[in-house]
């Protein structure tokens, strides 16, 4: 497959590896401490433990794996929302794949649709919209979710919806925005990361230019990276020299789709349609001010909160689960005592172990319960 | 003798009429079923099949018994239908039991609107599919229901087959050292279905690899008379059979995955909706495993039948640390993961 199979070639990898070798023989002189550096995004997590990247880092450099997985993210209330909204019998609940096995407090919404919710799994909101049209008579809710990456979709499919005045068509907003957490991760006094791989598919979106303050007010280098093994290894190998030279700065590796500007169109799509909410509940983390997005009062007719006047939940993260230790990067998933015990892949107690994206389930997944970090 | 379908009933569509018991349903098990399936005056008289004992214990000391039931949406994609589905499946689950498959039974519910022209369509790739086997469907029965109690068509083989003395096939009989061969690419039904549903909007010229295994197991047992284990890699995938032989023998299977199979296709409709090949279903693979010193000829002996063209060693047994058996994927960096079974189905991952 071009343009996939070059970014994975064993041999470039070796170079790679050699090279970040190197560097980070020159910074273990210099440091005792090791080298943690961050990939914000599930997608490079999930890439990480599939070719086992972490496993051939030299012992001074360590990945912590960061909050960028939109499905482990959401909270346990939001679950319970979209279920007691998908039990209504006139509505068709639709949402993506990954949403379907995320369980609230009860249960997921794949086990709703068992117990006789009208739950679909679409590939695109454009799809719930198309649902609308062909079933005038019930109500067509879309499971809003994701990042940056997924929230034009959305706000297109609202625009369309506006266009042709679709009356049974809402969503329940869940888009969520990166750069609030980072920050918030940032200010806490023991975060220890020393340096970032940002996201790729929020970047094309966003750009690069809003990770700026990162380098500027917090001084860790970002290197904005693509999804193949050796986007990961290059993009560390930048890291790794920006560290070594004491530099702080907002790199590219991904440039073969991300622009610094990222996408104008996309971005004034997300402008048209959103406004930011004054705090949004991430799961593992808890409230984040500034961090989701909500529809502007022009789009309200197509906000299934208010055309459902629903009471939302909360519901509170277990105590034993460290989700939010794991996603600081203060521990390794198997150093919480839930791990592989009570949570689970197919009973996931902690934020991380729902998506195979989060850091827990990859964990399990790649390497298995009986081992340590 | 392919009859018209004329006089079966009204506006080419099944009706409870045809499950009633009266004339309308006489009318399509003869026009339908039995110019399908029947050869012979003599075998649609009784109320059950037949089976001569004495030529089948001169095939073997054995038999096997299988039964299937399928569902699949939708109910035809490129390379086949349930039909085709149906009549592969219960003849491969014979087949890599090391038996020669005899004869099938087909049991049908259908629902109520069902267009009589897709049931002919199914009706015939069974036929189809039974004689490229080589086996006879020689029982049936069918079932009408209302529309809203059935997707359209369900339908249920069972088979029965006669094992040869010389074979003896086990999940658990793997060993240390032994090497795990796949007949060809992984995941085509899977990939293949998930296009057919179209909600995807991806072209792709993907087919169903669904094809009964029969002649493809006996020239591979004719070559290495000693495999070990066999079975088809339906559901779950390749992954599942693999997880299955590393339980049932305690050891390791190791998997190289620069050598698995896969079609650039399938490869591409895999990232886009970050899905695993592994775990695709197939409907014409299987997974064999034989000493390593009979590893080649197995190759080349599929290698040279139609169905095992792409045929590759992919693996091999070792022993297991703790003795729990497991499968464990190496790739080409070097780096290996441990394999583990998703719960339910593989879901896309979207965002």
Redesign the interface.
Known sequence: ?RF?KEF?D?HL?EALLARINHVAERIGHRRARPVTVMEVCGGHTHTI?????D??LPANIEFAHGPGC??CVLPKGRIEDAIALAHRPDVIFTT???A??VPGGRGSL?QARAAGADVR???SPL?ALALARANPERQVVFFA???E??APSTALTILRAGAENIGNFSIMCQHITIIPTLRALLAQPDFTVDGFIGPGHVSMVIGTDPYAFIARDFRRPLVVAGFE?LDILHSLLMVLRQIEAGEARVENQYARVVAAQGNKAAIAAIERVYEVRAECEWRGLGQIAGSGLQLRAEWAGFDAEKRFAMQPHHLADLEQCRCGDVLTGRIKPPQCQSFGRACA??HPAGALMV???GACAAY?????V?EAA | MPGTLTGIGVDGRITLAHGGGGSAMRALIDKVFLSAFAQGPAAVQEDQARLDLAALSARGDRLAFTTDAFVVEPLEFPGGNIGTLAVCGTVNDLAVGGASPVALSAAFVLAEGLELALLRRVVDAMAQSAAQAGVRIVTGDTKVVPRHACDGLFVTTSGVGVIRPQYNISIAAGQVGDVVLVNGTLGDHGAAILCARG??ALQTSLQSDCAPLNTLVETLLHAVPDVHCMRDATRGGVAGVLSELAEASGLLVKVHEATLPVR?EV??VC?IL?LDPLFLANEGKLVAVVPASHAQRALAAMQGHPLGRNAAVIGTLQASP?GQG?VQIV????????L?M???EQ?????
């Open positions: 497959m996939v994975r064993p990898a433990f599939r070719y086992g990247l496993r051939r939109p499905v993506f794949g990954d379907m096995r794949l799994m679409v590939y799809d979710l994701g990042f990456t997924t093994p892949p197919d998506s195979s994206e399990y997944e790649y390497h298995g009986g | 909600d995807l650039p490869e591409g990232e970050g703790g497991g790739n080409e960096f070097g780096g290996a993961r441990v583990t998703p719960s339910g879901l896309p991952r979207i965002c």
